[in-house]
């Protein structure tokens, strides 16, 4: 029960001066930095200091793309020689007969879009 007044308190003192909230940080943050001044995170070291020449010269090193890495995945999973199995080729023209009348239509619902806006 004790600490709900506390709570109840410090919210209407909160909400009434919110000012004292700021002095409040100030004088922790002022204390922080007088008592303990080495508490605080400093920059890592290679952000601070200068590269030696000699790494300078070594080109840094070209990480893959998420594409990339998404390719091999890709091939290692797939089976050796799917691309030479009939039912593979199949599919495959399959999905390029598929495609294409899929562009017909885009070029067609264009060609519609812009006679009826020629009519608007």
Known sequence: MLKF???VISL?????????I?????????????????SFLSLPA??????PEEEKSVPKKEYP???EIYAREVEAKMKPGYKDDPKWQALQKKVRV???R?????????RLEKLTNEVI
């Open 12 to 20: 209407i003192i909160i909400m009434t001066k919110p000012f004292l």
């Open 5 to 7: 007044i506390l709570i």
């Open 46 to 51: 290679h952000l601070t200091t200068p590269e």
């Open 102 to 110: 899929m562009a017909g239509m885009a070029v067609q619902e264009d």
């Open 65 to 67: 793309t998420v594409e």
């Open 98 to 100: 598929h495609n294409a």
């Open 22 to 38: 700021v002095l409040a940080g100030v004088a922790c943050l002022a204390w922080l930095f007088l008592k303990r001044p080495n």
